[in-house]
């Protein structure tokens, strides 16, 4: 390994024993180290040890993705990163159970990685090298440092396109009451104007705002968009969200019409490519009040 330095991989295995044994690897073909900072936060103990976690992650993902990558080796790094996320995130979840003021840990170590430049920043359109249909993930966040979705709320990711923005990719987790999900057709309402934290009602007319503009330009220039579902999962902590990457979907038609609680709203259907795996995951419901 260069430089002497543990990989990563070797760190998960031995903080996380469902990762079964890992060897030793030196940055996959065509990657290159970046330029070192001298910024580097150096962590705490490890479950097994005092392995300075930060800095071994940082160190061992310090690449950047050329162009012309084969899937393979794309598919290797995704991989990578969700490694390098959960070992960080596990890091940040101990420190917060000894006390330290850390309100969130995945977000904490997706703040870390997209700090020191090693979350993937795709800004395109179009499936995300190294991530297949069906791909599924515990935390928005982990969406966020992989490329597929790099909001941690809303619900629409939009891109500059020349002088216009274009939306690139959408998650349906059943906050708005006007969404119909149909698998291979999805009618998904534009963001905004619900009561996100109580009945999650709509409760104003929707604006034009530029994430539901420019999921209305790329209806207007046909320009895909990724679709990821948040599926309500019962845990021993109680409800929570598995989020899963299910395919391009075309934006067929977009309208602005009156809701469910008479406020306009923004609906577009969303028709899945041919071509693609099919759905593995399920769709998702309206999972607020119900009168």
Not at 105 to 117: F, I, R, S, T, V
Not at 239 to 265: C, F, H, P, Q, R
């Amino acid at each position: 390994m260069n430089n002497g330095v543990l990989s990563v991989l070797q760190i998960s295995a031995m903080e996380n024993d469902d990762l079964g044994p890992i060897g030793v690897r030196d940055y996959p073909p065509g990657c290159v180290p970046a330029p070192r900072r001298n910024s580097i936060s150096r962590g705490g103990a490890s479950r097994g040890g005092s392995a300075e976690v930060d800095l071994v992650v940082i160190e061992r993902l310090r690449v950047v993705l050329p162009a012309g990558f084969s899937s393979w080796d794309a598919r290797e790094q995704f991989f990578e990163r969700r490694r390098i996320y959960k070992v960080l995130r596990e890091h940040y979840e101990r420190l917060k159970a000894r006390g330290e003021n850390i309100a969130r840990p995945d977000l904490k170590a997706m703040k870390q990685m997209n700090d020191e430049g090693l979350s993937f920043k795709f800004e395109e359109s179009g499936d995300v090298p190294g991530v297949i249909v069906g791909d599924r993930f515990d935390y928005r966040s982990e969406m966020y440092v992989v490329g597929l979705h790099r909001q941690t709320q809303a619900g629409i990711v939009y891109v500059d396109y020349g002088a216009d923005k274009i939306a690139t990719s959408v998650v349906a987790s059943g906050g708005y009451e006007d969404d119909r999900d149909y698998g291979e057709v999805l009618h998904y309402s534009g963001q905004g104007g619900n009561d996100y934290r109580g009945e999650k009602r709509q409760q104003e007319d929707q604006t034009r705002s530029i994430a539901n503009e420019a999921l209305v330009r790329s209806f207007q220039l046909r320009i895909p968009v990724r679709v990821n579902r948040g599926h309500d999962v019962e845990t021993t902590k109680g409800w929570n969200k598995i989020y899963s990457y299910d395919g391009l979907y075309d934006v067929y038609n977009a309208t602005t019409e009156m809701g469910a609680s008479g406020y306009k709203v923004y609906k577009f259907e969303l028709r899945r490519r041919s071509n693609q795996p099919p759905l593995q995951n399920g769709t998702v419901r309206f999972n607020g009040f119900t009168r």
